[in-house]
């Protein structure tokens, strides 16, 4: 490859591919057209100044490749360190949970919703007791009451009926009453 048919230009999309200049229209004049016609000047800018910025250009992407390349060799060392160290990134995981899990315990946003919670459940706490003792109280009151006794009372008749007086073997014996026999031995 002829060094002189290499595009140097570090910009373009062609770089360090062959150009043929053969097929080249270079003698067809191309009105308005100053300096290089596939990158028109933007009017104001002379080529000295463009070729000036084109060349600052060049040297801050050479600047932002080493840093890219510095980067990559600082995170490599980090991981081997790390790997050395035994932190595995399920370690660094529950590390950076658990930092984050305290940051949010100590926001001021946590500890006032921790102090409503807290109230809530205080409020709820006494209005669940006094509804209790209220209920316990309404339920003494109606077994106090002349219906409910008088449903208790029916209740014994009842059971006596079914069952008979205790004591008094005459009453209707339940079938776990019965002694096992021989041939219902028991477990």
């Known amino acids: 490859m002829d060094p002189a048919s290499q595009d140097i230009n570090l910009n373009s999309p062609n770089k360090g591919l062959a150009v ?24 104001g800018l002379t080529e000295e100044e463009a070729e000036e910025l084109r060349t600052e250009l060049t040297k801050v992407e050479e600047e932002i490749n080493t840093l890219r390349q510095v980067l990559s060799a600082k995170e490599r060392h980090s991981t081997e360190l790390k790997r050395k160290l035994g932190l595995s ?8 949970l658990s930092k984050s899990w305290q940051d949010v315990q100590t926001s001021n946003a946590y500890k006032k919703t921790q102090e409503t919670l807290s ?69």
């Open 20 to 43: 043929d200049h053969s097929d080249s229209l270079s003698d067809v004049p191309v009105e308005g057209a100053v300096g290089n016609s596939a990158n028109p000047l933007p009017p």
């Open 119 to 187: 109230q809530a459940g205080q409020k709820t706490s006494a209005a669940i007791s006094t509804m209790s003792t209220v209920i316990g109280k309404k339920l003494g009151d109606m077994r106090n009451s002349a219906t409910f006794k008088s449903f208790e009372d029916r209740m014994e008749n009842l059971k006596y009926k079914v069952i008979g007086p205790k004591g008094n073997g005459d009453g209707v014996s339940s079938p776990a009453d019965t002694t096992p026999t021989q041939e219902n031995p028991p477990f």
């Open 89 to 96: 990134p399920l370690t660094e995981l529950k590390q950076n």
